[in-house]
């Protein structure tokens, strides 16, 4: 049987130089999706993607050739000047954290699917899932995202000009064999309400050391290009078992987990809605 502690030295050298979680997980869940839509919880008779007309099909092709090519100007041409979204983005973080995305990502690959879609007047409301995924030489080892995010966007004379984030995933992994997690977490929950995290690490521990802990962010747009730091924790069990509490108002949270084994690191990120029922900007149900 192997000495647990002649196994420390492999771990640590997956952690982060500075134990700091970049936001890249958010930046890859936000930019370039390109689901449009005409306002933030407007409840909608939406049509099947077979109906919807050839132009809305073309800018989502575009947008995503243009974010394949790392072509910033041919991207944020689809963007108008007045661009926001729920978290706060403007056009000029948006145009930022794309950037610096790209330079820690260069190879990263966009593919958005259409789900639903509606016509009102001139605009045009559709809902899309898209996914990113991508790798990165880092410290003498490969760094592997994987995004996928649901969204809502509002688009006026060929431009989006809003947009609202319903569900995101991103995972990151780094190392020969990093954990395969399994995350328990609710959507929604209500202001106040308690709820539980759970991010279940699948393979036996065998006699393996697992390092981890977990972290729940309020989402602003400052924290798109903010490094969050962590701190780690021996875990006795195959995983991070937390009970949470939403804040007493509507204010979206990322809940995270970091699990480190001694041949790899896994980090994953899921948004947390958090909703009023007696507010008239309470989003309905998906």
């Excluded at 005409?38 to 974010?67: F, N, R, Y």
């Amino acid at each position: 049987m192997r000495n647990p502690i002649n196994l420390l030295p492999r771990l640590f050298q997956y952690l982060p130089r500075k134990s700091q979680f970049f936001s890249q997980r958010n930046w890859a869940l936000f930019l370039l999706t390109v689901g449009l839509t005409l306002g933030w919880g407007v409840e909608i008779k939406a049509e099947t993607p077979d109906t919807a007309p050839p132009q809305l099909k073309e800018l989502l092709s575009q947008i995503d050739a243009a974010a394949n090519q790392r072509n910033i100007e041919g991207v944020m041409q689809f963007y108008s000047a007045d661009f926001q979204n729920s978290d706060g983005l403007t056009r000029a973080a948006m145009e930022q954290a794309l950037e610096q995305l790209w330079e820690r990502y260069p190879q990263l690959n966009y593919r958005t699917q259409l789900q639903s879609w509606e016509r009102q007047g001139d605009d045009i409301v559709a809902e899309t899932v898209t996914y990113i995924m991508g790798t990165q030489p880092q410290d003498g080892t490969m760094v592997k995202l994987e995004a996928t995010m649901r969204s809502r966007q509002r688009y006026e004379n060929q431009q989006v000009v809003s947009s609202e984030i319903l569900a995101e995933q991103t995972l990151i992994t780094s190392g020969a064999n990093p954990p395969s997690v399994k995350i328990n977490l609710p959507e929604r929950v209500r202001i106040g309400q308690q709820f539980n995290f759970d991010a279940i690490v699948e393979e036996p521990l065998g006699d393996n050391l697992l390092l981890g802990t977990a972290m729940e962010e309020p989402i602003q747009a400052s924290r798109y290009t903010q490094p969050t730091n962590f701190e780690l924790e021996l875990l006795s069990a195959g995983g991070l078992f937390k009970v949470g509490k939403a804040p007493l108002r509507e204010e979206d949270r990322w809940i995270s987990a970091v699990l480190i084994r001694g041949d790899g690191i896994t980090r994953i990120t899921r948004r947390l809605q958090v909703v009023d029922p007696a507010s008239a900007s309470t989003k309905a149900p998906e």
